[in-house]
Every structure is written in structure tokens, then in C-alpha cells.
């Protein structure tokens, strides 16, 4: 089967497996002509695609509306879009569309889409339209977006438990699933391991807990998993799986993301000591070469400076923003702020020693001095995971400060 048959064959099931699904429902009772679906898309190749995404489908058999409403819609070119996401302000809305033009867009995208037929009362499928309308009026579709804890996922979960009267949170909200939000953000960024780098140090202690069954349901894979077991009343009170049926409509071909996060630190620590040493080799050479000092200058400007920016930025995200999961991050001991005075001091030093030698050197020994100390924190149960971060800079600042001692 060509890709453009599979395509066609994909959307026609979109629509045809609700229909099919109605048979035996009795046509009187309002919501019974109603089918509501769970679909779930994978991860894309985009670092907001990385998560996946979900949406709930309702169809209508009576009239022939076909509907996914989405939750997590933005706009790159709305006004402030990038000023709100630094500040942590992020206002997302909902919005309904044609089920197969929306999720068709999916496959041509290659990434996998899953269908979930609900077993939910005529009753529950018609609340749940009705709030899905609700919720798609202009005056309550905007939402504050956060990541992890209201996104996309999580209000497609919450919609779902909300006509449930709670059973979807109660099965899973006090069962651990094993993971943190680090843990998950680190398995699906992987792909890139810029990406990865970046936002793994910008995460806090508080991505560190480990997070119910229920909180894992920010990813739409989970809420797909999870539904899956939760068992619900028909109308005459006897239980049934709340999944009457299951669809794969498309199977990406990409690579799926990995199982579990990556085990990076020995990279990263490779990499840490290659530049330490050099820094440290060439700190020593400055007293007779010219290319030692210039290249020192160069290598650990360069480090300094994109340590203590990090640093600033870190803070910055503490102290002036909304992104509360940035919070409390011990990398400020691995990235300081203090660093930004070394990459003033480390170009005047490496051509005019005489002046900055001992104040560089005290203040390299004290940013070397709170990476070691991040590193001791790291004993502490209930610290920051963030050994990658310490195996990449806590050599890179021993080498500063070994390079700055040997050019007294």
C-alpha cells in the first residue's frame, strides 16, 4: 500500500469506525447518537511536538458533525508571544475543527495518531459536548498555559474525569509512576541534544519529585495508557472498561523516544575535562607564548561568559517569572553570575597581568569553589538531578582557575 493510500485509508476509518460504533444505541435517548473519542497523537520531530498531543472527537451520526476539539493552540505571531514565554505568561486557548482535516495534518507530518472509543452514557456524552462547546465560546477559551501542569494533555484529562464524576483521578492520583517531570522532559528531548542541554538546566529542584499517575497524564501517551484502565458504570450499574475500542490510524516511521532518559553524564564529563584541561595547559603556557595567551583569552572568555549569562538568566527565571519549575535550581552553583566578571578579568589578564592577577585568581577559585559545592549538595537526599550538568562544569572552572593561578 503506497504512503497516499495509506493516508486515504487512514482518514476514511476516521470516519467511518464512529459510525459503525453506534449500532446499537437506541436513537430516543438524548446523547446516544453521539461518539466520543479519545485520540492521541505521537511525538514530531519539533520541540513542541516532542510531548505529542491529544484531543477529544466528538461525532454526531443525526447530523453528520465531526468535530476535535484541541486544546494547546498558539500563535508564534500573536502580540508579545515571546516576551509572555519568558515571563512565564503564556495565554493558550481551545479550539474545535473538522476531525479529518485537523488530524489528517498529523499523518502527513508522520507522526502516529491513535483513536480510543469511550464506553460513557448517552448522558455523559452529552455533558461532555456541552462543556466542549462551552469551553469553545471566545469568552472561555483562553487559558494560562503551563507545560506540565495545564497543558493540552491535562485538559483533555480533566474534561474526560469531569463527566466521570472523578473516577479517572481517583484511579491514578495517589499510584507513583516511576517518573519526574525531568525524567520525561530528558527522554523526550533526546533527539537533541542542544535542546536537551538547554532546557535540562534551566529545570529546578521541583521536576525532581516523582509525579502520581495522574500528573504523568500531561503527556498524551500516558492519558492514552492510563484510560485503558479505569472501569466505569453503564446505565444499568454494571462496569465496563471506559475504552470500548481501539484504532491505530497511523503509525509514524520515525524513530520512537527512547524508554527511559538518557545516561549522558560520562559525554558530558568528557567534554568538561577536555576543555578543563585545556584551559588549565594553556593558563600555564601564557608566561612564554603569545598563542597561549590569546587563546586563553579566547577559550575561557568564551566559557565565562556563557556561564555567567546562563547564570543571570537562571536567576532571572527564579526570581522575575511565572515558570515555577524553574525555581530553586541548584545549576545557579554550577553557572553563576559571578562568572561574568571573570570574562571581563580573564582577557586583561592573559596581556596584562600585573593589575587583575590576584583578584582573578581569588574570583575564579570562588566560582570553582560553588560548582564543588553544588557537587557536595548532590549527597543530600532530596537534591537537584543535575549530574550532567556538574560533569560538564565543574572541570571547565577548575581549568579557569588553574590557568589564572599559573599565570602569576
Do not use: K
Request: glycine share 10%.
Amino acid at each position: 500500500m503506497t504512503r497516499s493510500s495509506r493516508l486515504a485509508f487512514s482518514l476514511a476509518l476516521l470516519g467511518a469506525a464512529p459510525l459503525a460504533a453506534q449500532a446499537g444505541a437506541s436513537p430516543a435517548e438524548p446523547g446516544s447518537e453521539l461518539v466520543i473519542s479519545l485520540i492521541t497523537m505521537g511525538p514530531g520531530e519539533l520541540v513542541w511536538e516532542r510531548f505529542g498531543h491529544n484531543a477529544i472527537r466528538v461525532t454526531d451520526t443525526r447530523t453528520g458533525s465531526d468535530l476535535a476539539y484541541n486544546y494547546g493552540m498558539f500563535d508564534f505571531e500573536a502580540e508579545h508571544f515571546f516576551t509572555n514565554f519568558a515571563r512565564g505568561r503564556m495565554d493558550y486557548w481551545m479550539q474545535p475543527q473538522a476531525a479529518e482535516g485537523g488530524l489528517g495534518q498529523y499523518v502527513r507530518r508522520n507522526r502516529s495518531v491513535f483513536s480510543q472509543r469511550l464506553n460513557l452514557t448517552p448522558r455523559q456524552r452529552l455533558e461532555l459536548r456541552e462543556f466542549l462547546e462551552w469551553n469553545a465560546r471566545p469568552e472561555n477559551r483562553f487559558y494560562r498555559y503551563h507545560y506540565f501542569y495545564d497543558n493540552c494533555s491535562t485538559r483533555v484529562r480533566d474534561a474526560l474525569d469531569r463527566v466521570l464524576g472523578g473516577a479517572l483521578r481517583s484511579a491514578t492520583e495517589g499510584t507513583p509512576s516511576g517518573v519526574t517531570y525531568r525524567s520525561e522532559t530528558r527522554r523526550l528531548t533526546a533527539n537533541d541534544p542542544l535542546i536537551y542541554t538547554g532546557i535540562n538546566i534551566g529545570l529546578g529542584r521541583p521536576t525532581d519529585r516523582e509525579i502520581s499517575r495522574w500528573e504523568e497524564m500531561f503527556l498524551p501517551l500516558a492519558v492514552r495508557e492510563y484510560v485503558r484502565t479505569i472501569t466505569v458504570p453503564d446505565d444499568a450499574g454494571a462496569m465496563r472498561p471506559l475504552v470500548a475500542a481501539e484504532d491505530t490510524l497511523y503509525l509514524s516511521t520515525a524513530e520512537p523516544p527512547p524508554a527511559g532518559p538518557p545516561r549522558w553524564w560520562p559525554r558530558f564529563l568528557i567534554a568538561g575535562v577536555a576543555v578543563g584541561a585545556l584551559l588549565a595547559a594553556l593558563g600555564r603556557g601564557m608566561q612564554g607564548s603569545g598563542a597561549a595567551r590569546v587563546a586563553f583569552a579566547i577559550l575561557g572568555g568564551a566559557w565565562t561568559l556563557i556561564a555567567g549569562l546562563s547564570g543571570v538568566v537562571l536567576a532571572g527565571l527564579w526570581l522575575f517569572t511565572d515558570h515555577v519549575t524553574s525555581y530553586a535550581n541548584e545549576n545557579l552553583l554550577q553557572l553563576s553570575p559571578l562568572s561574568l566578571a571573570l570574562a571581563v578579568l580573564i582577557p586583561v589578564l592573559a596581556f596584562r597581568p600585573d593589575r587583575p592577577w590576584i583578584r582573578t585568581r581569588r574570583l575564579a577559585l570562588v566560582v570553582a569553589a560553588l560548582s564543588v559545592l553544588g557537587l557536595l549538595i548532590t549527597l543530600i537526599p532530596g537534591s537537584q538531578v543535575n549530574g550532567e550538568v556538574i560533569a560538564l562544569a565543574l572541570p571547565m572552572h577548575v581549568g579557569v582557575w588553574w590557568g589564572v593561578r599559573g599565570r602569576r
